[in-house]
């Protein structure tokens, strides 16, 4: 089997009735890039930029983060490169920054709401973006988006960083896309009044399942409500791709789903345009896809709506035969 795979690596990912999709690669560091070109990966669909800034006393400089953004572009040969900016808190801390001890972190001072509030931080990480734009094709995307208003002020901050920059000289893409995690649950209600002000949208399951459900993402006691499948998950991933595909906009998927066997056909009926996963889940996906239709992947789509269980669900893609070996 891992031979057949093999096969795959410069293969596109295309359905047998000609529908193609984008399988990106999750990276946390510039290391792992080895893993993403070794697996055929199309793009980097989720770049997390937090370990930038984790394991060490002090902040990252612009210039230490301006070789890390720029060393993925370059190797990445103008293939789209979603750069995530700093999701910093909930379970990943950073001491030197001395945040406020909160009783629920998840809840809390956290990734966009820290950055628009500690501006000097955030503007040094967006300034050794757009200089490493240059290099690639990159995509800069915002985590944890909760109102619009945030997404309008992020904006503004580096529109401003961008003109400083150029006024200086200095070369920044004029092609550079904007896109937001959606993972939180009124982002993903209310989609359409995000997806007329981003280039993207790109669906964190991770937390939107933990925010959806109430159900935190690392408690064992309550991991049986941590259901993917949950008509309640199934619907607002759907609400989500059809905002963006309604303002001509893409979808993708960067949480741990996008890469799930089970999940792959659903995610292919709902018309997701990009799955983002570990790089050793790309060719696996690729060979299921290659093996699957669109119109059949709708259709069971259309039968998933009208079941009541994440149990229901995830049964009838394997009794329906979508599950590929
Ligand atoms: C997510 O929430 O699905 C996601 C991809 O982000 P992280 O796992 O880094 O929170
Ligand atoms: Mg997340």
């Known amino acids: 089997q891992k031979e057949e795979w093999a096969k795959l690596i410069n293969e596109t ?147 401003e960083v961008k003109e400083e920059l150029t006024a200086g000289g200095t070369e920044v893409s004029d092609a550079i896309e904007i896109g937001i995690m959606v993972e939180i649950p009124s982002t993903a209600a209310a989609a359409e009044i995000f997806a007329k002000e981003v280039d993207f949208f790109s669906i964190g399951t991770n937390d939107l399942i933990q925010y959806t459900m109430a159900a935190d993402r690392m408690s064992e006691k309550v991991a049986h409500l941590y259901q993917p499948y949950h008509p309640a998950i199934l619907r607002l991933v759907k609400n989500v791709i059809d905002a963006a595909h309604k303002e001509g906009k893409w979808a993708g998927m960067c949480g741990e789903m996008a890469g799930e066997p089970t999940a792959v056909p659903l995610l292919l009926g709902l018309g997701l345009d990009e799955f983002s996963m570990s790089a050793t889940s790309v060719l696996p996906a690729r060979s299921q896809i290659r093996q699957l239709s669109k119109k059949e992947a709708e259709s069971l789509v259309e039968e998933a709506m009208t079941l009541s269980t994440s149990a229901e669900i995830a049964e009838l893609v394997q009794k329906r035969g979508f599950i590929t070996e």
Not at 54 to 68: I, V
Not at 126 to 154: C, D, H, N, T, W
Request: charged fraction near 30%; aromatic fraction near 8%.
């Open 13 to 159: 990912s295309v359905t047998k009735d000609d529908h193609h999709v984008e399988l990106a690669a999750n990276i946390g560091t510039p290391q792992d890039m080895e893993g993403v070109l070794a697996n055929g990966a199309e793009g980097i669909g989720l770049y997390r930029t937090e370990f930038l800034y984790m394991g060490r006393d002090e902040l990252p400089t612009e210039e230490e983060q301006f070789e890390a953004y720029k060393s993925v572009l370059e190797k990445m040969d103008n293939k789209r490169v979603v750069i995530r900016t700093l999701d910093i808190g909930g379970d990943k801390e950073l001491p030197y920054l001395d945040l406020p001890k909160e009783m629920n972190p998840f809840l809390g001072f956290r990734a966009i709401r820290l950055c628009l509030e500690k501006t000097d931080m955030f503007k040094t990480q967006l300034r050794a973006l757009l200089r490493a734009s240059a290099y690639g094709k990159l995509s800069i995307m915002f985590p944890m988006v909760a109102a619009i208003e945030e997404v309008r002020q992020a904006k503004a901050i580096l529109q």
